[in-house]
C-alpha cells in the first residue's frame, strides 16, 4: 500500500510542477505584450470578397478576424492566430461555414506581405491526429492566390 501511494505521489508531482509553471510564464508574457498596431484589408476576387482585420502585438503575435464571402459558397467567418517569419504571415484560421453550419474547421493559411498588402498564399495541406498544417519542403504559391488583401481604415 505505500509502495502505491509512493509512485502515485511520484507520478502526480511531475503534472503539478508543469501546470503550476506553464501557468506562471503566461501570465508574465501576457502582462508584457503591448498593441503595436491594427490593421484591416479588403481583397475582391469577382463577386467574392474577404476581409481580415488583425492586430499585431510586441511579442510578434498576430491575431484577428477573418471573414470570406463566396458568391456560390457562402460565408467563411472565423479567427486567425499566428506570427509572421520574415515577410509571411502563418495564421491558423478557425472558421464556421454559413450561419447554419456549428461545425467548426481549422486551416492553416500564409500571406505574403508585398507593397503594403497581403497575397493568401496556396500549398499543400497535410492533416495528423487532427491537425492540419502546411507540408514541409513544398512550396506556398502566391501567384496562384485568388485574394490580394488591399489596406482599408478599420471600422469603430
Do not use: H, W
Not at 501576457?30 to 510586441?58: G, M, P, R, W, Y
Not at 507540408?135 to 471600422?155: H, L, Y
Request: with cysteine; proline share 3%.
Amino acid at each position: 500500500m505505500k509502495k502505491s501511494a509512493f509512485y502515485l505521489a511520484l507520478l502526480t508531482f511531475p503534472v503539478l510542477f508543469s501546470c503550476s509553471q506553464g501557468g506562471s510564464e503566461n501570465t508574465s508574457s501576457a502582462d508584457t505584450d503591448s498593441l503595436l498596431s491594427q490593421q484591416c484589408f479588403v481583397a475582391v476576387d469577382n463577386e467574392d470578397t474577404a476581409n481580415l482585420n488583425i492586430k499585431t502585438l510586441s511579442s510578434g503575435k498576430v491575431s484577428g478576424d477573418l471573414s470570406i464571402n463566396y458568391k456560390d459558397k457562402g460565408k467563411n467567418d472565423g479567427q486567425v492566430v499566428g506570427k509572421f517569419k520574415g515577410d509571411t504571415l502563418f495564421v491558423d484560421y478557425t472558421f464556421k461555414i454559413g450561419t447554419e453550419n456549428k461545425t467548426i474547421y481549422k486551416n492553416p493559411l500564409a500571406f505574403l506581405k508585398k507593397d503594403g498588402k497581403l497575397i493568401l498564399g496556396v500549398g499543400q495541406i497535410q492533416t495528423t491526429l487532427g491537425r492540419s498544417f502546411f507540408v514541409k519542403g513544398k512550396p506556398i504559391s502566391f501567384e496562384k492566390g485568388r485574394f490580394t488583401f488591399a489596406p482599408v481604415a478599420c471600422k469603430k
